[in-house]
């Protein structure tokens, strides 16, 4: 095998995506190959450290996992690298803070199993690190007879995953649930809940570097390379400290290393020769805020039922921690990575992105959708008619623009989402020592503690700590 190419270990799996939204797909489960931080910024000084394990990537997997490798091997030297200012600086921070219960994924699905097993861990360590959240409860709100067909479907693939207390409730029930809310039936979660996800990004970080790791911030990784002294053989042996991490002015080494890079994943599996695909596309979510005067019309979670055939949810209605209720998001193309409005353009990731086939395909299967969602960006009063279908005594002077969030969509060469966790590990040289986690599709924030397990167990096997 070349190097840079990868192993491949393949499941199969079919669940709903949530993707800002949830639609379902076929596809692979694939292995190939706040206050009292205590930080460090790299950028005010030059760094030269040795470590045993570095993770790449402060959002709130880089963080879990990290977390997680270093409560198994406490003996073990690690630090998290992050390019930004602070941890959770992207789809951590800019997220809906929903506390998913696992309703939406085919039974017996991995991605079922970590949500489930992730909301039990998540509030477990909500209560044990005095972190605030609500249970706020969501309803599933089905308006006409096919989407109450496809609800009681919804309510018996949750119950096989074993989401807690999941009811069908009847119309007069909605009401006593949500007294402003209309449909014909619906599916109520009491355990799904929010939090700030961010504000838990940081207790990992906080956990971290109390057990002794380092977060280094303002550190761009620019490059993988085999240390100078290293000489490492062709089965990736050599010096303990194998593998120079480089930044924009700053260098790390490091025996192993695993990134968690969100939406930079693909790039960063790229520089230690890793293939193309899968490759993030950025979608950004662009939400609406409800006017303070009538936030109490909302309780919960009150969520549409997915349709099958578009490949994002819709509008729903989201409380938050300090009482705004966010409403939406759409779908629509970030031209950025990392770009939160439509002034956010970066013409290189842009042309990256439209040339790739994946996407045209992508694009030209749902190009009514895609359009609708971007003249529904321009004039955000077109969305009112999705909103009053649930809530009807919300009016357009009720709605201002709200914040926006970019999902890092993995997305293969055909055009399909990916809605698999793919790692990616190199056969040789220091490509042998850099394990990628390439995708860890959504509920990614809920199934945090069980994901950095999983990582952490798949660390554990290839890097033989």
Not at 231 to 240: I, P, R, V
Not at 242 to 256: C, E, I, L
Not at 361 to 374: D, H, V, Y
Request: hydrophobic content about 35%; some cysteine.
């Amino acid at each position: 095998m070349a190097p840079g190419c990868a192993r491949n270990l393949s499941y199969k799996l079919y669940s709903y995506c949530d993707v800002f939204c949830n639609s379902s797909h076929y596809m692979k489960f694939t292995i190939t190959g706040s206050s009292n931080r205590c930080f460090s910024s790299s950028s005010s000084q030059n760094v030269s450290k040795e470590y045993d394990v570095v993770v790449v990537g402060g959002g709130i997997l880089g963080m879990a996992t990290a977390r997680e490798i270093l409560l198994r091997h406490p003996y073990l030297k690690m630090a998290v690298l992050e390019k930004e200012k602070d941890l959770a600086c992207h789809q951590t921070g800019h997220n809906s803070g929903v506390i998913h219960a696992g309703i939406y994924y085919k039974p017996g699905t991995l991605k079922a199993k970590l949500c489930v097993e992730g909301l039990n861990l998540a509030y477990k360590y909500f209560d044990e690190h005095s972190i605030p959240y609500k249970k706020c409860g969501k309803l599933i709100v089905a308006t006409d007879a096919v989407e109450e067909k496809r609800l009681h479907d919804l309510n018996e693939r949750g119950m096989k995953n074993g989401v807690k207390d999941l009811q069908m409730v009847s119309a007069s029930m909605i009401k006593e649930i949500e007294p402003h809310c209309q449909g014909i039936c619906g599916l109520w979660s009491p355990h799904t809940g929010i939090v700030d996800w961010a504000e838990v990004t940081r207790s990992y970080g906080k956990d971290f570097t109390e057990r002794g790791g380092k977060i280094h911030l303002h550190f761009k990784v620019t490059s993988f390379k085999e240390a100078a002294e290293s000489s490492l053989t062709s089965k990736g042996d050599g010096n303990k400290y194998s593998v120079s991490v480089h930044g924009k002015n700053d260098v790390v080494k490091a025996s192993y290393i695993l990134t968690c890079g969100g939406l930079q994943s693909d790039h960063l599996a790229q520089m230690s020769g890793g293939k193309v695909d899968p490759k993030i596309i950025p979608f950004r979510g662009e939400y609406l805020l409800l006017n303070p005067e009538k936030q109490h019309m909302i309780k919960g979670n009150i969520y549409p039922v997915p349709d099958p055939q578009f490949p994002f949810l819709g509008v729903h209605f989201t409380p938050r921690m300090d009482g705004s209720i966010w409403i939406g998001p759409n779908a629509v193309l970030a031209l950025k990575r990392e770009g939160y409005g439509w002034g956010d353009i970066n013409i290189k990731e842009l042309m990256d992105t439209l040339s790739y086939g994946g996407f045209r395909k992508m694009a030209l299967k749902n190009s009514i959708f895609g359009i609708s969602e971007m003249v529904k960006s321009a004039f955000i009063t077109l969305q009112l008619a999705g909103i009053k279908k649930f809530i009807p005594e919300i009016t357009a002077d009720d709605l201002s623009r709200g914040p926006t969030g970019v999902r890092a969509q993995a997305m293969d060469g055909s055009g399909m989402l990916v809605d698999d966790f793919v790692f990616e590990i190199g056969d040789k040289g220091i490509g042998k020592r850099i394990l990628h986690c390439r995708n860890a599709p959504s509920p990614g924030a809920t199934s945090s503690l069980a994901i950095a397990k999983m990582i952490a167990d798949k660390a554990e096997e290839e890097f033989r700590l």
